[in-house]
């Protein structure tokens, strides 16, 4: 099969390093794709979010299968143009990508089909917005209808806290329109963890689970960020919770959007909130999560094309994926000042020495290559892939790995995995 993906991130390196393994594939292009991704795939200079020339790409190369890694082409309706045009594509339809392109419907799809998740209300008007946050009180959370590049989410502690969110979202418009509309909902106290399901619009089956890293700084301290580390499998994730994911979210998710003839076909991620209340949905995004893609791909045993392609083609029933037993982690390294502003073309050295770790992917989130260097052109740069016996043994090989890098303008967490390495 000749496959492209779109997309130029770590997670996107994680699907094209798997899929590079597969003795079905033929061809792999990736748009557009970084210097690490540059290993394993043809990287074309088409941007992930250029529909137009994505699929006039996909249909003059003759591509079997594309892989969509971020949600925005998705939203755009890349996968509805794909399909039109005759090709398989692993990746919702504009309708079904709602699920994580607008909180206010993903909250009434979930509710209506009975999966348990926070109570929530609906806003298009500041003034009732805030009446019902002083109704409420705090702990309460408040969020942007529509995607703000994952800094649309105010967890407030304090009434005056969410008043001021609901300002920045609907009176300032921080984040656009995507702020005409919030959703207020309820504070879930807890354990977080990313649970998988593949779909192909009829049914799903699970595809394992992790647990991000969303704070910068080590003990979970300082902004959030889009992941700072990553580790599958996460403890708190049990085989009973796995369970009652498939029968209380992922398949009652995908039965809801087959009767709004919507289907989803894709990857369904849901986080979730271990509260002692049980399970509880706090969101779905539509796609791979970045940095879990990284852990998965590390941990899988199996073909990875097949499956995709099977998702994409409606033919899941039966799918097993494997795994291996040992544990997976990713370390992200960032530049300096992330998530705020950082410096771009620094220039990052000792690439080959980390590599030589054995089992240790370095995966690219955001590089290019300038003058025969590796340079970092983003806020999250490198994901430092580790497999062991343990998740200790895994930590231990990410971080030796890490000091063979010399690029002074970029940081890490040092304690990457450290729930699961306290419960053992
Ligand atoms: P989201 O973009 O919906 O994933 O939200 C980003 C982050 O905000 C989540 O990963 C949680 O850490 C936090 N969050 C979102 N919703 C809630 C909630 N209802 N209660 C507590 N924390 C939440
Ligand atoms: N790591 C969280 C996400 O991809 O949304």
């Not at 580390?229 to 796995?242: F, K």
């Not at 791979?288 to 852990?295: K, N, R």
């Not at 045993?301 to 499956?307: A, F, N, R």
């Not at 999250?380 to 231990?396: D, F, N």
């Amino acid at each position: 099969m000749k496959v492209l993906v779109v997309g130029g991130g770590g997670r996107e390196h994680a699907l094209c390093w798997k899929l590079k393994q597969s003795p079905r594939l033929t061809r792999l292009w990736c748009a557009p794709g970084n210097a690490g991704i540059a290993g394993e795939a043809e990287c074309v200079d088409i941007g992930a979010e250029d529909v137009d020339r994505l699929v006039d790409f996909a249909v003059a190369r003759g591509v079997d299968l594309v892989v969509v890694g971020p949600e925005g082409p998705l939203v755009l309706g890349l996968a509805d143009r794909l399909t039109a045009a005759g090709i398989l594509v692993f990746g919702p339809s504009a309708a079904a990508a709602r699920l994580e392109g607008s909180k206010g419907f993903m909250k009434d799809v979930v509710s209506q089909a009975g999966i348990p998740t926070a109570w929530y209300r609906r806003f298009t008007d500041a003034a009732a917005a805030k009446d019902f946050i002083r109704a409420k009180g705090a702990p309460i959370v408040v969020k942007t209808d529509g995607l703000a590049a994952g800094k649309g989410v105010v967890v407030a502690a304090s009434v005056d806290e969410a008043l001021r969110a609901v300002d920045d979202m609907m009176g300032a418009k921080v984040f656009g329109a995507a702020g005409d509309e919030v959703v207020i909902e309820e504070f879930l106290d807890g354990e977080e963890a990313s649970l998988f399901a593949l779909c192909d619009g009829k049914t799903a089956v699970p595809f394992g689970a992790a647990q991000d890293h969303k704070r910068v700084g080590d003990g979970d301290s300082g902004p959030n960020t889009g992941g700072m580390g990553a580790y599958s499998p996460a403890p708190v994730v049990t085989p009973a919770l796995e369970q009652e994911a498939m029968e209380r979210v992922f398949l009652p998710a995908v039965k809801a959007m087959a009767a709004r003839g919507a289907p989803f076909t894709g990857v369904l991620f849901a986080g979730v909130m271990v509260t002692p209340a049980g399970m509880k949905l706090l969101e779905f995004n539509v796609r791979f999560g970045d940095p879990e893609a990284q852990v998965l791909m590390a941990r899988l045993d199996c073909d990875l094309l097949p499956i995709l392609a099977a998702a994409a083609a409606g033919t899941l029933e039966g799918t097993r994926p494997e795994w291996n037993a040992a544990a997976a982690m990713v370390v992200v390294m960032a530049a300096a000042g992330y998530p705020g502003p950082y410096a771009r073309n620094t220039v990052i050295r000792g690439l080959d020495r980390a590599a030589g770790e054995p089992g240790v992917p370095v995966l690219h989130a955001g590089t290019a290559r300038k003058d025969g260097q590796v340079v970092a052109t983003g806020g999250r740069v490198l994901g430092i892939t580790a497999i062991g016996e343990t998740v200790a043994e895994a930590q231990a090989r990410a971080y030796r790995a890490i000091d063979r890098i010399d690029w002074p303008e970029g940081f890490c967490r040092r304690d990457i995995g450290w729930r699961a390495i306290a419960r053992a």
